[in-house]
């Protein structure tokens, strides 16, 4: 076997992220009763996704904190509506209604289960890598019943570093006692996922989820796949 370890990417490869988060920010929407200060719901998640992108884009190389990220990614789009006193307090509310809600949805990609109870089969050690925040990734793996498929739980926030920073990848073969010879990177996430790992040393799987053009990829990846089911074919 030429692996042994492999490290996974939790957000929007195994777990639905987007799919849940757009539920979730639908829930907040109307919790806080936000159509009266918006012409229509659409201008405010909009505004979030543009937001929310952007913000963890910076937030994986190290530009921004956790705490700008939370209220920032809710006081631009609140920004956008009309007669709205956008402060602090209601962006950390809201940030903290917003958590809950994402965290208790049990949505997978499909053939998540699948997948895991193959590689589980299979006898890979399996460690879940993400720059997601403690409490909430925690939550999201109750929710979804993948928790107990992995060896070692590897978040950002413990390795001090976030994906794509080799010290993060240095900490995750620490964590997780994995050689860099015989572990695998699998991700959905072109620069944090890949290129960090490629560029850690390591060999990386590429799901591109979010169907990637070939020739914008700088670095080819060891393997690309269109679904996880296709990585049973290669593992």
Not at 6 to 19: E, K, P, S, V, W
Not at 91 to 101: A, I, P, Q, V, W
Not at 161 to 184: C, E, H, I, M, V
Request: net charge negative; hydrophobic share 40%.
């Amino acid at each position: 076997m030429r692996y042994k370890d492999l490290f996974i990417d939790f957000d929007d490869t195994l777990y639905d992220t987007h799919g849940n988060a757009v539920i979730a920010l639908r829930e907040t929407f109307e919790t806080f009763r936000l159509g009266q200060f918006f012409t229509a719901p659409q201008v405010f998640y909009d505004a979030y996704w543009t937001a929310n992108i952007d913000l963890w884009t910076r937030y994986s190389k190290g530009e921004i904190t956790r705490d700008y990220l939370i209220v920032e990614r809710f006081r631009r789009p609140l920004s956008e509506g009309q007669g709205l006193e956008v402060t602090e307090a209601l962006c950390l509310e809201m940030s903290d209604r917003f958590l809950d809600f994402c965290s208790s949805k049990p949505g997978v990609i499909d053939g998540a289960h699948e997948l895991m109870d193959y590689l589980r089969q299979r006898g890979y050690r399996m460690h879940m890598t993400s720059n997601g925040f403690h409490e909430v990734q925690y939550r999201k793996l109750a929710a979804c019943g993948l928790r107990d498929y992995f060896d070692t739980i590897i978040l950002s926030e413990d390795a001090g570093a976030n994906k794509p920073s080799p010290l993060y990848f240095d900490y995750a073969l620490r964590q997780s006692g994995a050689t860099r010879q015989t572990t695998l990177m699998i991700g959905d996430n072109l620069q944090s996922d890949i290129l960090g790992a490629l560029n850690a040393g390591l060999d990386a799987l590429l799901f591109n989820r979010w169907a990637i053009n070939k020739a914008d990829i700088p670095q080819a990846p060891t393997f690309i796949v269109d679904s996880l089911r296709d990585i049973m074919g290669i593992l």
